[in-house]
């Protein structure tokens, strides 16, 4: 039997290659001999490398002021304490949604022509979204965040940058009594001041609520004025259910206050509120996206937007450092006849790791179930015992049946009908590979990457997973 000792590298997610600093990482060396400021907090290793000391806020915002300067051209500031956003970590989401926006999947609908409108929620005191989509792609923005020190540096940090001020209105999310809650939520209550206007920062903390859902100020809805259209609204929302939670990452320092890292419910409920929202907005954004940072929960946000009736759903993984995160797309346009754009052809090579293993499963009983898994919806299986593998071939038709009813992932036009429309086979083998004991590494090859079912080729790889991990594996955290 084939063994690996770990998942391979290629296999991981790669910084997006569009990304400044995908072949050209920062250099501190020479960042430190432009720029003064920054110098006291360069060191070297034994070895001769400059480092900067993660754990330093002041010296991760000074590479982020010499970074957004040097790289960017943009004049840029935080107060002490404040979100400091990563500048080549930032940069992947702004080319994902570059993608999906020259991606064919959904007709360009844009009434601007070729200017490009996005509405980023949450812009925080960096304004980052923004500043980067404005300097690097021309794109304008709107951008909402509702405390008053966010308002006001993200504000500063537009006016301070004249050849892209133009391009970024900063929005207050007002919080006034008579909040409009979608009507998919049940909830009505609203955690607004009465006061309306103004939250000093200080003083916005939300009630803590049982059910987990959102009871905060408006997101989209109520935000967005009548009329408006946006190619794409973005997200880094506040991830935490509360500040123990958000903890402190010994490894980096990179800020964040009460307000920019915790939200009652966490990510989940915040997302979910996005969800409910754009099913009310529906066209008014061609594309809805949010980071993501645990993927427990985009299973959960994945299901919603079935329960909501998207037509698109989109994943992707981010690099950022040694933590994920995903990017979640959804839309309401109808999709184009074709089911995958080449632009943004997935991975033909998918893989996981099967952790923690029942003592009485092995190798060979988790290739047989793989077997059995496809065999179920009639696709053709041939199983090589002796090199751990089952070659599979499945129809339109067998893949939909993996798919129904079903959490979907990935490229995917959610509408069976459009579906069915391709008619050629999926074509791919799965191999199963002994790590440690208790640890098997599946994977999951495509044949032909040109079929026209090759978008479902992730969505059926995460089915299989799902399956071999209930039947196999012992309950373990999903993150
Ligand atoms: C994690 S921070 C993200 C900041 C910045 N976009 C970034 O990526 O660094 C989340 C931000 O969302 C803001 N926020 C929370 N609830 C909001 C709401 N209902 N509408 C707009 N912004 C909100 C917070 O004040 C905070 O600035």
Same mark, same amino acid.
């Given at each position: 039997?084939?063994s690996?000792k770990r998942?391979?590298?290629?296999?991981?997610p790669?910084?997006?290659?569009?990304?400044?600093?995908?072949?050209?990482?920062?250099?501190?060396?020479?960042l !430190?001999?432009?720029?003064?400021s920054?110098k006291?907090?360069?060191?070297?290793?034994?070895?001769?490398?400059?480092?900067?000391d993660?754990?330093?806020?002041?010296?991760?915002r000074?590479?982020?002021?010499?970074?957004?300067?040097?790289?960017?051209?943009?004049?840029?500031?935080?107060?002490?304490g404040?979100?400091?956003?990563?500048?080549?970590?930032?940069?992947?989401?702004?080319?994902?949604?570059?993608?999906?926006?020259?991606?064919?999947?959904?007709?360009?609908?844009?009434?601007?022509?070729d200017?490009v409108?996005?509405?980023?929620?949450?812009?925080?005191?960096?304004?980052?979204y923004?500043l980067?989509?404005?300097?690097?792609l021309?794109?304008?923005?709107?951008?909402?965040?509702?405390?008053?020190?966010?308002?006001?540096?993200?504000?500063?940090?537009?006016?301070?940058?004249?050849?892209?001020?133009?391009?970024?209105?900063?929005?207050?999310?007002?919080? @006034?009594?008579?909040t409009h809650t979608?009507?998919?939520?049940n909830?009505?209550?609203?955690?607004?001041?009465e006061?309306?206007?103004?939250?000093?920062?200080?003083?916005?903390?939300?009630?803590?609520?049982?059910?987990?859902?959102?009871h905060g100020?408006?997101?989209?809805?109520?935000?967005?004025?009548d %009329?408006?259209?946006?190619d794409?609204?973005?997200?880094?929302?506040?991830?935490?259910?509360?500040?123990?939670?958000?903890?402190?990452?010994?490894?980096?320092?990179?800020?964040?206050?009460?307000?920019?890292m915790?939200?009652?419910?966490?990510?989940?409920?915040?997302?979910?509120?996005?969800?409910?929202?754009? !099913?009310?907005?529906?066209q008014?954004?061609?594309?809805y996206t949010?980071?993501? %940072?645990r993927?427990?929960?985009?299973?959960?946000?994945?299901a919603?937007?079935?329960?909501?009736?998207?037509?698109?759903?989109?994943?992707?993984?981010?690099?950022?450092?040694?933590t994920?995160?995903?990017?979640?797309?959804w839309?309401?346009?109808?999709?184009?006849k074709?089911?995958?754009?080449?632009?943004?052809t997935?991975?033909?090579?998918?893989?996981?790791?099967?952790?923690?293993?029942?003592?009485?499963?092995g190798a060979?009983?988790?290739?047989?179930?793989?077997e059995?898994?496809?065999?179920?919806?009639?696709?053709?299986?041939?199983?090589?015992?002796?090199?751990?593998?089952?070659d599979?071939?499945?129809?339109?038709?067998?893949c939909n049946?993996?798919?129904?009813?079903?959490?979907?992932?990935?490229?995917?036009?959610?509408?069976c009908?459009?579906?069915?429309? !391709?008619?050629?086979?999926?074509?791919?083998?799965?191999?199963?590979f002994?790590q440690i004991?208790?640890?098997?590494?599946?994977?999951?090859s495509?044949?032909?990457?040109?079929?026209?079912?090759?978008?479902?080729?992730?969505?059926?790889?995460?089915?299989?997973e799902?399956?071999?991990? @209930?039947?196999?594996?012992r309950?373990?955290?999903?993150?």
């Amino acid at each position: 039997m084939p063994s690996k000792k770990r998942r391979r590298k290629e296999e991981r997610p790669k910084i997006h290659p569009k990304n400044k600093y995908s072949d050209n990482p920062p250099d501190f060396a020479l960042l !430190a001999s432009l720029y003064p400021s920054f110098k006291p907090f360069v060191f070297y290793s034994r070895e001769g490398r400059p480092k900067i000391d993660w754990t330093d806020f002041n010296a991760t915002r000074e590479l982020t002021r010499v970074l957004l300067l040097h790289d960017h051209g943009l004049d840029w500031w935080i107060p002490d304490g404040q979100l400091c956003p990563t500048v080549p970590n930032r940069s992947n989401y702004i080319h994902w949604i570059e993608d999906l926006l020259s991606s064919d999947i959904i007709p360009k609908t844009n009434s601007n022509g070729d200017n490009v409108r996005g509405f980023d929620i949450g812009t925080g005191a960096n304004c980052i979204y923004p500043l980067l989509g404005a300097s690097l792609l021309g794109w304008s923005f709107v951008a909402s965040d509702l405390t008053d020190v966010a308002l006001e540096w993200a504000e500063r940090n537009v006016k301070n940058n004249q050849h892209v001020s133009e391009l970024i209105e900063i929005r207050k999310v007002k919080c @006034s009594q008579n909040t409009h809650t979608p009507e998919v939520l049940n909830n009505t209550e609203s955690a607004c001041s009465e006061e309306g206007e103004g939250l000093p920062s200080s003083s916005f903390h939300l009630p803590e609520s049982k059910d987990k859902s959102y009871h905060g100020p408006p997101i989209l809805v109520n935000v967005v004025r009548d %009329g408006e259209k946006f190619d794409f609204c973005m997200c880094n929302p506040p991830f935490f259910e509360s500040i123990e939670e958000a903890g402190l990452n010994p490894k980096t320092s990179c800020g964040g206050t009460h307000e920019e890292m915790v939200c009652p419910g966490g990510e989940k409920a915040f997302i979910t509120r996005i969800i409910e929202d754009s !099913a009310v907005l529906k066209q008014s954004f061609r594309w809805y996206t949010s980071m993501v %940072g645990r993927k427990v929960n985009l299973k959960f946000l994945i299901a919603k937007l079935r329960e909501v009736g998207v037509t698109i759903v989109k994943t992707t993984e981010f690099v950022q450092g040694q933590t994920c995160r995903w990017g979640l797309a959804w839309s309401f346009v109808p999709p184009t006849k074709k089911i995958i754009s080449p632009h943004v052809t997935e991975k033909n090579i998918i893989s996981f790791m099967l952790e923690g293993l029942q003592r009485q499963f092995g190798a060979i009983q988790v290739l047989q179930s793989v077997e059995s898994f496809f065999h179920a919806v009639g696709a053709s299986c041939k199983l090589n015992a002796s090199t751990f593998t089952v070659d599979i071939t499945a129809s339109t038709d067998h893949c939909n049946a993996l798919l129904r009813n079903e959490v979907k992932h990935h490229d995917e036009v959610a509408s069976c009908s459009n579906v069915q429309e !391709a008619s050629p086979n999926l074509c791919f083998r799965v191999s199963v590979f002994q790590q440690i004991p208790g640890t098997l590494l599946i994977k999951g090859s495509l044949q032909h990457r040109d079929s026209p079912l090759s978008g479902l080729f992730s969505s059926i790889i995460q089915q299989l997973e799902d399956a071999l991990r @209930s039947k196999f594996c012992r309950e373990k955290a999903n993150f």
